[in-house]
C-alpha cells in the first residue's frame, strides 16, 4: 500500500529557510518522486521531482535556486529545503510519487499536504 507522509510545515519568517520532508512507503525498484505545491489563488505547481534510484532531479523554473531535493534512501524520505522565503511562497506543500521514470509532473499518488507560513 502506497502511503506519503509529510513533515516539517509550519510558520517562518521571511528570509529564513525551512525543510519538509515525505517519507514514502509502497514503492520499491524505480519510481519518480516530487514536491508540489498550492499558493493562495494559484494552482497546484510541480516544485521539483526526482527519479530514484538515478538522482536525476528537476526543478521549476521558479525555484531558481532556492529551493533543493535531497532523499535519505536509508529512510525513504524525500526532504524540500526552502531557503530564502518570501511571503509569496505560503501555502500548501504535497509529496507525491509515481511508478516508473518521472514523466513530466504527471503524479498518481499523493500525501495530505502540509501547511507553509512566510510572515514578513
Known amino acids: 500500500q502506497v502511503r506519503l507522509v509529510e513533515s516539517g510545515g509550519g510558520s517562518v519568517q521571511a528570509g529564513r529557510s525551512l525543510t519538509l520532508s515525505c517519507e514514502v512507503s509502497g514503492y520499491t525498484r524505480n519510481y519518480c518522486m516530487g514536491w508540489f505545491r498550492q499558493t493562495p489563488g494559484k494552482e497546484r505547481e510541480g516544485v521539483a521531482r526526482i527519479n530514484i534510484p538515478s538522482g536525476g532531479t528537476t526543478y521549476a523554473d521558479f525555484v531558481k535556486g532556492r529551493f533543493s531535493v535531497s532523499r535519505d534512501g536509508a529512510k525513504n524520505t524525500l526532504d524540500l529545503t526552502l531557503r530564502k522565503l518570501q511571503s509569496e511562497d505560503s501555502g500548501m506543500y504535497y509529496c507525491?510519487?509515481?511508478?516508473?521514470?518521472?514523466?513530466?509532473?504527471?503524479?498518481?499518488?499523493w500525501g495530505q499536504g502540509i501547511q507553509v507560513t512566510v510572515s514578513s
Open positions: 507525491a510519487a509515481a511508478a516508473g521514470w518521472c514523466n513530466g509532473w504527471a503524479f498518481g499518488d
